[in-house]
């Protein structure tokens, strides 16, 4: 009877590692299948996570395990930038920022050839560097730039599609909110993350001017020269009020790379600065203005709060059930060549980057890409600023293409959603030009972080 056992042990054993695999996948599957039919993200993916790590273990223990990830979430001073760099941000908007690099990139570039497309381009650039949200770089754009482009005589879709893809700037310029939710997701270095989007994200803002350049150059009745000339001293008048701006963010980014302050000492230097900035811009408001800030920077920072805990809830359960380890083992040790691996990885972010915010997507994917792209030698670092490159190209990408109904929302019926999408097109090259960038020249992103460490 012994003999007998101990003959059957190991097969039960294997039974019993695929069944916690076959686990796993199913709630993969219920996961997506949750999400397809409008269920919460966070709550898809916690509810998810929960119910399979009762399953593999106990009720008992995965209520643990909940409270243990919780507690060690909220309670970890990672977690503080983010609230920090979105206050940033919401100052910023009220400080009447934007206008001013607006009129100033107008100033200086709007003679060339798309010259506003390309002045709407520079300043989002620098807006993002003040604000780190893609979806308010978006709607603030459409509403100061829009309507002078499309008066001067600029194709609607263009136009739109412009600001929409120069939103996205905003996530990759330090500092970025979705740099430190995958920082959290992955415990890589958020210092490192946020001065690895430096150079890569100056490269993008440049090919989006270009891609702006040749498409004007080529079709000139699409986006026409402005005809206004400006002296010397208006250009110069014109750049009074970004300067504190341009140091603050100066201070910021030397001190991290310097090391003088963390990423959370960097936000609320920066936080301080853009609410003196809006006070002195709101002088009659300020009591409100600073309540509807701390609203809004408590209801976003518990949104994305809630979906990261539910992120790393999703991992636990996923390298319990062995899921991890085998899409790793089938990835890694089948043969298939590194470059393959990086293409699917490429279609699996840009699929789903078009049915999901970038927080849900990196919450839902990275479980199961990072340990991938780590075991097959890659610096996370790199993948970091890879990952959210894609989840921004998703954000301007349909069926959801949350950055272009932001701009359909925000141009108050001046332009249609279908133009909006439509006048993607040259955009979507200039994208895909960024990412082999990445691919061929890895050090676009290594190179401040190596000369940091």
Request: charged residues 10%; proline residues 5%; hydrophobic residues 55%.
């Amino acid at each position: 009877m012994m003999a007998t056992s101990l003959t059957h042990s190991p097969h039960l054993k294997a039974l019993k590692i695929m069944s916690e695999i076959a686990i796993g996948f199913i709630g993969i599957g219920v996961l997506l299948g949750s999400i397809f039919l409008g269920a919460p993200i966070m709550l898809a993916l916690s509810s998810v996570a929960f119910v399979g790590l009762g399953i593999l273990t106990s009720f008992t223990t995965a209520t643990t395990i909940v409270g243990t990830i919780y507690f060690e979430t909220v309670n970890s001073f990672h977690f503080s930038v983010i609230p920090m760099f979105l206050m940033m941000g919401f100052f910023a908007m009220q400080a009447g920022i934007g206008t001013d690099l607006f009129d100033a990139c107008t100033k200086w570039m709007g003679r060339l050839p798309g010259g506003l497309a390309i002045a709407t381009t520079g300043a989002a650039a620098a807006f993002g560097a003040a604000s780190g949200s893609s979806v308010g770089s978006a709607m603030l754009f459409t509403k100061l730039a829009l309507p002078e482009m499309v008066s001067r005589g600029y194709d609607k879709g263009f136009s739109s599609a412009c600001i929409a893809i120069a939103g996205t700037l905003a996530v990759l310029i330090p500092p970025s909110a979705l740099m430190v939710v995958y920082g959290i997701l992955t415990n890589s270095s958020i210092g490192e993350l946020l001065i690895a989007g430096i150079i890569p994200g100056i490269v993008f803002a440049f090919l989006i001017a270009l891609t702006v350049f040749v498409y004007a150059t080529m079709h000139p009745t699409k986006a026409p020269r402005m005809t206004e000339r400006y002296s010397l001293g208006e250009r110069l008048y014109s750049l009074r009020l970004i300067f504190p701006l341009l140091t603050v963010i100066l201070v910021m980014i030397g001190g991290l790379y310097n090391g003088y302050f963390t990423p959370t000492e960097a936000g609320g230097i920066g936080a301080l600065v853009t609410f003196i900035m809006s006070a002195i811009r709101n002088k009659e408001n300020q009591i409100s203005s600073l309540l509807k800030t701390i609203l809004e920077t408590a209801t976003l920072s518990a949104m994305i709060f809630a979906i990261i805990i539910g992120g790393l809830l999703f991992a636990r359960f996923l390298a319990l059930s062995g899921v991890s380890d085998e899409i790793k083992f089938f990835l890694t040790e089948t043969g298939l060549s590194v470059w393959v691996v990086v293409l699917l990885v490429t279609i699996l972010y840009l699929i789903f980057g078009m049915l999901m915010d970038a927080p849900s997507l990196l919450a839902i994917s990275l479980p199961i890409t990072h340990p991938v792209m780590m075991s097959l030698g890659f610096d996370p670092l790199w993948f970091g600023v890879y990952v959210v490159v894609l989840a921004e190209i998703g954000a301007i990408t349909p069926p959801v293409g949350m950055n272009c109904f932001v701009v359909k929302g925000a141009a108050n019926g001046l332009v249609t959603l279908e133009e909006v999408f439509g006048g993607l097109w040259p955009f979507l090259w200039c994208c895909a030009g960024m990412l082999l960038l990445l691919v061929i020249f890895p050090e676009l992103v290594m190179y401040l972080p190596e000369k940091m460490r």
